[in-house]
C-alpha cells in the first residue's frame, strides 16, 4: 500500500505519549534522531542565510497522527536511504577509529526550527552547561548565518546524533526556565506544519499566545542568597548592618529580594549592594507575575443558577460520552441535537464526570457573544473556570494561561484558539457549534480548529465532542460512514414544540409593504410582541449604515482605493469604511467623480435597521450588537445582561446574536434578508444560508410561552429556506449532498487553495501560472487524479492594493492533494523585488 493510496479508520491508535505531562522528548520518544533522518545542521558561520531557505523536510512516522474520513491527515513521506552502490571502496583507510566514534557519536543536539526565514528544522549542539536544562517547546537563541545577534527559535526535539562530518554550532542561550508546551503539543505543532504546509515556526507563535511569549505583566526581580562557602568569621568581620543582612538571609533559608531584607532589617538598600559586590550575596534574576495586575471582573450576562434535571434523551447521551470518556481511546462523537434540546447541560455533566477523574476540559465557542453565557454556566458548576478571548487584555490574558499551565483550572472557555491550552490533564475537548466558519483561521497557519481537536485528542486518547443542531456535511458524513459516533436529541426540553416559521416574499409588494426593511408581517409581529411584555430578535448579517455609496447621475460607486469592493456608509462618525481592510475617510457629500449633490446610499446594514426600528417602535427599547458596538471589554456582558432582565424589547444584530443564546422571553425572531448570503460564488453557500436561518430560528419558543419565526426572502422557493423553514435538517442534507456528489466537493471528496498575490498584476498571473504547470507536472508524477481549476481572479480580485489570483485543486483523498502541493512548491521561490507571495489554504471555507 503507498503512501497516498492509504487510510486509516477514525477508531485507529494514533501516537499517545507515554506520559501527558512530560515536558521532555529523548530520543527514544517520537522525535528521535529517526523522526529527523535528513535535517540540515545549523549554517556554519561563514554560509549566508539566503543559502539554507529550503531544508529538508521534516519526516514523522505516518503512524504517529490520527487519520480518517472526516479530517484525514496526510500520512509523511519516509526518506529514502541510499544505496550500498553508491558508497565507493578507498585504497586507504579514512574512517577515524572506533574510541573517536565512540566520542563523536556522543553528542547531545537539538533541533530548531524559526517562525522567519530560513525556518529550519536545524541541528545544533547542546553545550555541557544546558544538557540538562534544555527541552523540547522551550526558546532558545542560537548563532544563524552571518547575524551577529542570536536568533529566537524553538527546540522540537532533543537527540543524540552524530557531529562527525558536519560542522554544529552550540545553542547559545535558552529563554525560558521550563518548556511553553509539553511533548505532545510539540508533536501537534509539527503535524500542523506538515499537513497546513506552513512552516513549524510560524505554528508555534499561534500556538502560544504573544502575550505569553512577550512575558506581559511580568517583571525580573533580583532574589539573594548567601554564599556557599561563607563562614562566621566571615561574617562576624562585617559591618553591623551587613551582617544583620547576611544573618537574616541564612535564617530564613529561602530567596529574598533586596526590598524585603532592607525591611526587615531596618536598613537602605546600599548595605546589600556593598554584600553583592563582596560576593556575599549571590543574585538569581527570575521572571515572574507581578501581583498588581488588573483582573477584569468576569461577569456572565446575569443568567440565574438552576438546578435542571435530565431528559430521558439526555440521560441516553450523556452515558455515550461517559463510555467514551471512560474508554482511554480517542473517539469522535456528534451530538446532533435541535435548538433548545439541553446540550449544554450535557457537556457540563460530561465535565463533572472528567473533573470527578481529576481531568480538566476544553469548551470551544464559536462568539464572544456565547462566553458570557457560558461562563456562567460552568462557573456556576465548577470551581476553577478561565477564559480566553480577544477583550482580554495581555497581562491577563498571560495570567489566565499560566494558571491553565499549572493545572489550576478545570474548564477551558473560548474560542478557536482555545484548542491550544495548556491544560495538563486534558481529558475531553469539547467543540460547541462545530459547523460554524469562525473555526476557520483567515491567516497563517489557515488551520481549522475542528480538525486540530481532533488530531489532539485521537493523539491523547481522549474524546472530542462535537455539538451543533446543523452539523457541517463533513461531520454529518463522517457519522454515517462510521467514522464518528452520532448521539441523537431530536426534542426540546420539556418536549417544546419547535417554533413556527412564516416565509415573507419580498418580491410581492403587499407582503413588503412601503418603504423600509421591516416588512408588514414582522411590523404587525413585533408590536404583538411588546404588547405580550415578550421580546424580539431581529437578525442582520450587514453591519454599516448603507452598503453602497453610488452616484445616481454618473453611476460612480465610492469604492476603497486598495480593495475591489465598495465603501460602507457608517452613519456613526460620518464616514465611509471598507471593511476588508479598514480604509477610512469622511463620506462624501456629493459624487467625487462629477460633483453632484444627490449622491445615494443604497443596501442596508445594522445601523439603519436600527434607526427604523426606533421610529416604527418608538416606545421599544431597542440594542443594537455588531462589531461596531461590541468593541470595548464587557460590552457582550452588559447587553445580554439588560436582555435576559428584560431591560431590552428588541435586540438586532448580525449572526453573533444567531447562535447559542438561551433566552425564554423571546417570542418572536425576524430575519431581515435570508439571501444576503445565499448567492455567494461559494459551494457551501447554501448550507451556510441553512444553518443562519435554522440557528436564529432556534432563539425562540424556548420558555412555555412559545414562540414564532418570520423569515423575509427574495427566494421562498429555494430548497435551504424551505428546509429551514420545516426544521428539517435531514431534508437539507439529502438534497445538499446530490449536488456536493456532482464534483465531489467536501465531504465527498477534498479541497485546497492556493492564493497568489501581488502589486502588478501581470507579474502575479505570471507567477500563478507557473505554480499551475509545477502543480500539473508534480501530478503526472504522482500519477494521481488531482482536478486543477485557475488560475482565476477570486471574487475579490484586489485586496489591501494586491491584485489576487488563485487555484482551486481538488480529489477524493487530502493526502493526493497535499501531495501535490508539495512537491510542486518544494523549491518554487520568488524574485523578493516582485513582492509576489503565496499561501496554501488546505480545506478551505471561504472562497472569495
Given at each position: 500500500?503507498?503512501?497516498?493510496?492509504?487510510?486509516?479508520?477514525?477508531?485507529?491508535?494514533?501516537?499517545?505519549?507515554?506520559?501527558?505531562?512530560?515536558?521532555?522528548?529523548?530520543?527514544?520518544?517520537?522525535?528521535?534522531?529517526?523522526?529527523?533522518?535528513?535535517?540540515?545542521?545549523?549554517?556554519?558561520?561563514?554560509?549566508?542565510?539566503?543559502?539554507?531557505?529550503?531544508?529538508?523536510?521534516?519526516?514523522?512516522?505516518?503512524?504517529?497522527?490520527?487519520?480518517?474520513?472526516?479530517?484525514?491527515?496526510?500520512?509523511?513521506?519516509?526518506?529514502?536511504?541510499?544505496?550500498?552502490?553508491?558508497?565507493?571502496?578507498?585504497?586507504?583507510?579514512?574512517?577515524?577509529?572506533?574510541?573517536?566514534?565512540?566520542?563523536?557519536?556522543?553528542?547531545?543536539?537539538?533541533?530548531?526550527?524559526?517562525?522567519?526565514?530560513?525556518?529550519?528544522?536545524?541541528?545544533?549542539?547542546?553545550?555541557?552547561?544546558?544538557?540538562?536544562?534544555?527541552?523540547?517547546?522551550?526558546?532558545?537563541?542560537?548563532?544563524?548565518?552571518?547575524?551577529?545577534?542570536?536568533?529566537?527559535?524553538?527546540?522540537?526535539?532533543?537527540?543524540?546524533?552524530?557531529?562527525?562530518?558536519?560542522?554544529?554550532?552550540?545553542?547559545?542561550?535558552?529563554?525560558?526556565?521550563?518548556?511553553?508546551?509539553?511533548?505532545?503539543?510539540?508533536?501537534?505543532?509539527?503535524?500542523?506544519?506538515?499537513?497546513?504546509?506552513?512552516?513549524?515556526?510560524?505554528?508555534?507563535?499561534?500556538?502560544?499566545?504573544?502575550?505569553?511569549?512577550?512575558?506581559?505583566?511580568?517583571?525580573?526581580?533580583?532574589?539573594?542568597?548567601?554564599?556557599?562557602?561563607?563562614?562566621?568569621?566571615?561574617?562576624?568581620?562585617?559591618?553591623?548592618?551587613?551582617?544583620?543582612?547576611?544573618?537574616?538571609?541564612?535564617?530564613?533559608?529561602?530567596?529574598?529580594?533586596?526590598?524585603?531584607?532592607?525591611?526587615?532589617?531596618?536598613?537602605?538598600?546600599?548595605?546589600?549592594?556593598?554584600?553583592?559586590?563582596?560576593?556575599?550575596?549571590?543574585?538569581?534574576?527570575?521572571?515572574?507575575?507581578?501581583?498588581?495586575?488588573?483582573?477584569?471582573?468576569?461577569?456572565?450576562?446575569?443568567?440565574?443558577?438552576?438546578?435542571?434535571?435530565?431528559?430521558?434523551?439526555?440521560?441516553?447521551?450523556?452515558?455515550?460520552?461517559?463510555?467514551?470518556?471512560?474508554?482511554?481511546?480517542?473517539?469522535?462523537?456528534?451530538?446532533?441535537?435541535?435548538?433548545?434540546?439541553?446540550?449544554?447541560?450535557?457537556?457540563?455533566?460530561?465535565?463533572?464526570?472528567?473533573?470527578?477523574?481529576?481531568?480538566?476540559?476544553?469548551?470551544?465557542?464559536?462568539?464572544?457573544?456565547?462566553?458570557?453565557?457560558?461562563?456562567?454556566?460552568?462557573?456556576?458548576?465548577?470551581?476553577?473556570?478561565?477564559?480566553?478571548?480577544?477583550?482580554?487584555?495581555?497581562?491577563?490574558?498571560?495570567?489566565?494561561?499560566?494558571?491553565?499551565?499549572?493545572?489550576?483550572?478545570?474548564?477551558?472557555?473560548?474560542?478557536?484558539?482555545?484548542?491550544?491550552?495548556?491544560?495538563?490533564?486534558?481529558?475531553?475537548?469539547?467543540?460547541?457549534?462545530?459547523?460554524?466558519?469562525?473555526?476557520?483561521?483567515?491567516?497563517?497557519?489557515?488551520?481549522?480548529?475542528?480538525?486540530?481537536?481532533?488530531?489532539?485528542?485521537?493523539?491523547?486518547?481522549?474524546?472530542?465532542?462535537?455539538?451543533?443542531?446543523?452539523?457541517?456535511?463533513?461531520?454529518?458524513?463522517?457519522?454515517?460512514?462510521?467514522?464518528?459516533?452520532?448521539?441523537?436529541?431530536?426534542?426540546?426540553?420539556?418536549?417544546?414544540?419547535?417554533?413556527?416559521?412564516?416565509?415573507?416574499?419580498?418580491?410581492?409588494?403587499?407582503?413588503?409593504?412601503?418603504?423600509?426593511?421591516?416588512?408588514?408581517?414582522?411590523?404587525?409581529?413585533?408590536?404583538?410582541?411588546?404588547?405580550?411584555?415578550?421580546?424580539?430578535?431581529?437578525?442582520?448579517?450587514?453591519?454599516?449604515?448603507?452598503?453602497?455609496?453610488?452616484?445616481?447621475?454618473?453611476?460612480?460607486?465610492?469604492?476603497?482605493?486598495?480593495?475591489?469592493?465598495?465603501?460602507?456608509?457608517?452613519?456613526?462618525?460620518?464616514?465611509?469604511?471598507?471593511?476588508?481592510?479598514?480604509?477610512?475617510?469622511?463620506?462624501?457629500?456629493?459624487?467625487?467623480?462629477?460633483?453632484?449633490?444627490?449622491?445615494?446610499?443604497?443596501?442596508?446594514?445594522?445601523?439603519?435597521?436600527?434607526?427604523?426600528?426606533?421610529?416604527?417602535?418608538?416606545?421599544?427599547?431597542?440594542?443594537?450588537?455588531?462589531?461596531?458596538?461590541?468593541?470595548?471589554?464587557?460590552?457582550?456582558?452588559?447587553?445580554?445582561?439588560?436582555?435576559?432582565?428584560?431591560?431590552?424589547?428588541?435586540?438586532?444584530?448580525?449572526?453573533?446574536?444567531?447562535?447559542?443564546?438561551?433566552?425564554?422571553?423571546?417570542?418572536?425572531?425576524?430575519?431581515?434578508?435570508?439571501?444576503?448570503?445565499?448567492?455567494?460564488?461559494?459551494?457551501?453557500?447554501?448550507?451556510?444560508?441553512?444553518?443562519?436561518v435554522t440557528q436564529v430560528a432556534g432563539r425562540t419558543g424556548r420558555g412555555d410561552r412559545g414562540g414564532r419565526v418570520i423569515v423575509q426572502t427574495f427566494t421562498p422557493e429555494h430548497p435551504a429556506i424551505q428546509a429551514a423553514s420545516r426544521h428539517d435538517y435531514h431534508k437539507f442534507v439529502e438534497?445538499?449532498?446530490?449536488?456536493?456528489?456532482?464534483?465531489?466537493?467536501?465531504?465527498?471528496?477534498?479541497?485546497?487553495?492556493?492564493?497568489?498575490?501581488?502589486?502588478?498584476?501581470?507579474?502575479?498571473?505570471?507567477?500563478?501560472?507557473?505554480?499551475?504547470?509545477?502543480?500539473?507536472?508534480?501530478?503526472?508524477?504522482?500519477?494521481?487524479e488531482v482536478r486543477i481549476l485557475g488560475p482565476a481572479p477570486p471574487p475579490i480580485g484586489r485586496l489591501r492594493g494586491k491584485y489576487r489570483f488563485h487555484l482551486l485543486l481538488q480529489a477524493t483523498e487530502a493526502a493526493v492533494v497535499g501531495e501535490t502541493i508539495r512537491r510542486a512548491l518544494a523549491?518554487?521561490?520568488?524574485?523578493?523585488?516582485?513582492?509576489?507571495?503565496?499561501?496554501?489554504?488546505?480545506?478551505?471555507?471561504?472562497?472569495?
Amino acid at each position: 500500500m503507498t503512501m497516498l493510496d492509504s487510510q486509516l479508520m477514525l477508531d485507529s491508535q494514533p501516537f499517545v505519549p507515554e506520559d501527558r505531562n512530560n515536558a521532555t522528548v529523548v530520543s527514544s520518544a517520537p522525535f528521535s534522531q529517526s523522526t529527523f533522518p535528513q535535517t540540515p545542521s545549523a549554517p556554519p558561520a561563514e554560509s549566508s542565510p539566503a543559502e539554507f531557505l529550503h531544508p529538508t523536510s521534516v519526516t514523522v512516522p505516518s503512524d504517529s497522527f490520527p487519520s480518517d474520513e472526516l479530517f484525514p491527515p496526510e500520512q509523511f513521506k519516509s526518506q529514502e536511504e541510499p544505496s550500498a552502490d553508491a558508497a565507493q571502496t578507498e585504497l586507504f583507510e579514512t574512517n577515524p577509529p572506533p574510541w573517536e566514534l565512540a566520542v563523536e557519536d556522543d553528542v547531545l543536539l537539538a533541533s530548531i526550527v524559526f517562525s522567519k526565514s530560513p525556518h529550519g528544522p536545524y541541528d545544533y549542539r547542546i553545550p555541557d552547561s544546558l544538557r540538562e536544562d534544555l527541552k523540547p517547546g522551550m526558546r532558545v537563541g542560537v548563532p544563524l548565518g552571518h547575524r551577529k545577534k542570536s536568533t529566537l527559535g524553538w527546540c522540537v526535539a532533543v537527540k543524540e546524533g552524530s557531529a562527525a562530518h558536519r560542522k554544529l554550532r552550540d545553542v547559545a542561550e535558552l529563554l525560558d526556565d521550563t518548556p511553553l508546551c509539553d511533548a505532545a503539543l510539540v508533536r501537534l505543532v509539527m503535524w500542523m506544519g506538515h499537513y497546513y504546509q506552513v512552516p513549524a515556526g510560524q505554528v508555534f507563535d499561534t500556538l502560544i499566545p504573544s502575550s505569553v511569549r512577550a512575558g506581559a505583566g511580568t517583571r525580573q526581580t533580583t532574589y539573594f542568597t548567601p554564599a556557599k562557602d561563607l563562614t562566621d568569621e566571615q561574617i562576624s568581620k562585617l559591618p553591623a548592618k551587613q551582617q544583620a543582612v547576611v544573618r537574616l538571609l541564612i535564617s530564613s533559608g529561602k530567596p529574598t529580594t533586596a526590598a524585603e531584607l532592607a525591611v526587615a532589617v531596618g536598613c537602605t538598600e546600599d548595605p546589600i549592594r556593598r554584600l553583592r559586590k563582596k560576593e556575599i550575596l549571590i543574585p538569581e534574576v527570575r521572571r515572574e507575575m507581578h501581583s498588581n495586575i488588573r483582573i477584569l471582573a468576569q461577569h456572565n450576562d446575569g443568567e440565574r443558577k438552576q438546578k435542571l434535571e435530565l431528559t430521558e434523551q439526555q440521560q441516553a447521551a450523556l452515558e455515550r460520552i461517559n463510555t467514551a470518556v471512560d474508554s482511554g481511546r480517542g473517539r469522535t462523537l456528534l451530538l446532533h441535537g435541535v435548538t433548545g434540546s439541553g446540550k449544554t447541560e450535557v457537556y457540563i455533566k460530561a465535565i463533572e464526570h472528567v473533573v470527578s477523574q481529576a481531568g480538566s476540559a476544553i469548551v470551544m465557542v464559536p462568539e464572544i457573544s456565547l462566553t458570557p453565557q457560558t461562563r456562567g454556566r460552568f462557573e456556576s458548576r465548577f470551581d476553577s473556570v478561565a477564559v480566553l478571548h480577544s477583550q482580554m487584555s495581555p497581562s491577563e490574558r498571560h495570567y489566565h494561561w499560566q494558571r491553565i499551565r499549572r493545572g489550576e483550572v478545570q474548564v477551558v472557555i473560548g474560542p478557536r484558539s482555545a484548542v491550544f491550552a495548556p491544560l495538563p490533564n486534558l481529558g475531553l475537548i469539547v467543540l460547541d457549534e462545530e459547523h460554524d466558519t469562525s473555526f476557520k483561521q483567515d491567516s497563517q497557519p489557515r488551520y481549522h480548529a475542528r480538525k486540530v481537536a481532533h488530531a489532539r485528542a485521537m493523539a491523547l486518547g481522549i474524546p472530542l465532542l462535537l455539538g451543533s443542531a446543523t452539523p457541517s456535511l463533513e461531520a454529518w458524513h463522517a457519522s454515517q460512514c462510521g467514522h464518528a459516533e452520532l448521539i441523537s436529541m431530536p426534542n426540546r426540553v420539556a418536549n417544546r414544540p419547535m417554533p413556527d416559521v412564516q416565509l415573507v416574499d419580498l418580491r410581492i409588494r403587499d407582503e413588503r409593504g412601503g418603504s423600509g426593511a421591516i416588512s408588514r408581517p414582522l411590523h404587525a409581529a413585533v408590536l404583538e410582541t411588546i404588547r405580550d411584555k415578550g421580546q424580539a430578535i431581529l437578525l442582520l448579517n450587514r453591519r454599516g449604515f448603507a452598503t453602497t455609496i453610488q452616484c445616481p447621475s454618473c453611476g460612480h460607486v465610492v469604492a476603497c482605493p486598495d480593495c475591489d469592493m465598495p465603501l460602507t456608509h457608517h452613519r456613526d462618525g460620518g464616514k465611509a469604511m471598507c471593511h476588508y481592510c479598514d480604509y477610512t475617510i469622511g463620506t462624501p457629500p456629493w459624487c467625487p467623480a462629477c460633483r453632484f449633490d444627490g449622491i445615494r446610499y443604497g443596501g442596508l446594514g445594522t445601523q439603519k435597521l436600527e434607526m427604523e426600528a426606533k421610529a416604527k417602535f418608538p416606545n421599544a427599547r431597542i440594542a443594537r450588537m455588531d462589531s461596531d458596538t461590541m468593541k470595548r471589554p464587557g460590552s457582550h456582558q452588559r447587553v445580554l445582561s439588560e436582555f435576559r432582565n428584560g431591560d431590552i424589547d428588541m435586540l438586532l444584530g448580525t449572526q453573533m446574536i444567531a447562535k447559542g443564546l438561551d433566552f425564554p422571553n423571546v417570542l418572536l425572531v425576524g430575519v431581515i434578508n435570508a439571501d444576503s448570503a445565499l448567492h455567494f460564488p461559494d459551494f457551501r453557500a447554501a448550507e451556510r444560508t441553512f444553518q443562519l436561518v435554522t440557528q436564529v430560528a432556534g432563539r425562540t419558543g424556548r420558555g412555555d410561552r412559545g414562540g414564532r419565526v418570520i423569515v423575509q426572502t427574495f427566494t421562498p422557493e429555494h430548497p435551504a429556506i424551505q428546509a429551514a423553514s420545516r426544521h428539517d435538517y435531514h431534508k437539507f442534507v439529502e438534497e445538499e449532498m446530490v449536488n456536493r456528489r456532482k464534483f465531489n466537493y467536501p465531504p465527498l471528496g477534498s479541497v485546497a487553495r492556493i492564493i497568489i498575490r501581488g502589486p502588478l498584476e501581470d507579474k502575479t498571473e505570471a507567477v500563478a501560472d507557473g505554480i499551475l504547470a509545477r502543480l500539473e507536472s508534480a501530478r503526472d508524477l504522482l500519477g494521481s487524479e488531482v482536478r486543477i481549476l485557475g488560475p482565476a481572479p477570486p471574487p475579490i480580485g484586489r485586496l489591501r492594493g494586491k491584485y489576487r489570483f488563485h487555484l482551486l485543486l481538488q480529489a477524493t483523498e487530502a493526502a493526493v492533494v497535499g501531495e501535490t502541493i508539495r512537491r510542486a512548491l518544494a523549491d518554487f521561490k520568488t524574485d523578493p523585488k516582485d513582492e509576489i507571495e503565496f499561501l496554501v489554504d488546505i480545506d478551505p471555507v471561504n472562497l472569495l
